[in-house]
């Protein structure tokens, strides 16, 4: 008989990869071993520009779905979009969020449009010709319009409305297109949705504690947080959960908000909502992350694991969610 084969679609590594980019090698290697113990072949295959091989390749091997891992084509979260276009285009089933989704969502700035027109409270924002929108008295957090994992923030984002700061930092930072969004001081949560056949599920509510921050250093989870084993950053941004307890009022409005964001984005199989949250107790959704990272040390796993499943039934429903 005939074993049953699923690609595990990578994004090409580069000659010399940064630690978000490797990360998605430590997911392939959790997500391939409950792969193998559903009874599944796996075959990897990393895909960048070109096209027309990766189609050929998913063709020749004919999998019964996809496992879609890609977080960038040629270092660039713009194109992020690319890979579940390509498999929508050859009908080849896969995981998580569809073309669309992921175009909408990864676009910072037409996801915060659709967030507005969909009555989901995000910060006000500034693109485009800032000058005559700047807030002098306001904080602002520059951001990279397409990038993810923290790509692209530090604390030199944190800003006031000022022409010339903003500016200065516009050319110092010109690698990258940026937008200005007022910066809400207060709580960070990162909260996980679940999807599988009785539809999406919020995972228990994860909190970013920033302890022993000196005064007057942003508390923000920039790329050192997220990556740079070796920062202060890093060691003292400390994930807790028990905020449905704490405070049930605001878990209630948070989880309101991620189920919504997920019909309104038509998110599929897993995703990931960031809030900040003011301090009158309102929630401010930052950003909707499409196919959160999977790796045993992020956010998501760390949530599924609070809520009792096993990575393996976590798994499971991700590909519950691949035929509907």
């Known amino acids: ?47 960048g520009l070109n096209m027309q091989q990766v189609s050929e390749q998913l063709k020749k091997i004919d999998p019964v779905f996809v496992f879609n ?58 693109e485009g010709d800032f000058s005559d929108r700047l807030k002098p008295s ?42 200005f969004e007022e910066f809400i001081e207060g709580r960070e949560f990162n909260i996980s949705v679940l999807g599988g056949q009785n539809g999406p599920e919020v995972l ?23 990556w740079d084993e070796n920062s202060f950053e890093y060691h003292h941004t400390v994930r807790s959960f028990g905020v449905e307890k704490s405070d049930p009022k605001l878990s209630h409005k948070m989880k309101k908000i991620c189920i919504d964001s997920w019909k309104h984005f038509g998110m599929k199989g897993y995703t990931r909502v960031d809030f900040r949250v003011d301090g009158e107790g309102n929630p401010w959704v930052l950003e909707i992350n499409a196919n959160p990272c999977l790796s045993p040390d992020a956010g998501f796993y760390a949530a599924t694991l609070q809520a009792g499943y096993s990575f393996k039934q976590v798994v499971e429903r991700i590909c519950e969610d691949v035929w509907k």
């Open 204 to 226: 228990p509510m994860a909190e970013i504690v920033f302890e022993q921050y000196p005064e007057g250093k942003p508390k923000i989870v920039g790329y050192e947080a997220k």
């Open 138 to 179: 306001a904080l602002y957090i520059a951001k990279p319009v397409w990038e993810d994992a923290s790509v692209g923030i530090s604390d030199a984002s944190i800003l006031r409305g000022d022409k010339s700061t903003v500016q200065e930092f516009l050319e110092k930072h010109n690698d990258m297109p940026y937008f």
């Open 69 to 126: 891992l890609v977080e960038s084509l040629d270092g660039s979260g713009r194109m992020i979009y690319f890979a579940p276009a390509l498999l929508e285009h050859l009908h080849i089933p896969f995981t998580g969020s569809s073309s669309e989704a992921f175009f909408v969502t990864s676009n910072k700035m037409l996801a915060k449009s659709l967030m507005l027109k969909k009555n989901l409270p995000t910060p006000e924002w500034i």
């Open 1 to 47: 008989m005939k074993m049953k084969k699923v690609v595990i679609l990578i994004n090409a590594i580069s000659t010399i990869p940064t630690a978000d980019e490797l990360d998605v090698l430590t997911q392939a290697d959790t997500i391939e071993t409950e792969l193998k113990a559903f009874g599944y072949l796996t075959e990897r295959l990393f895909m």
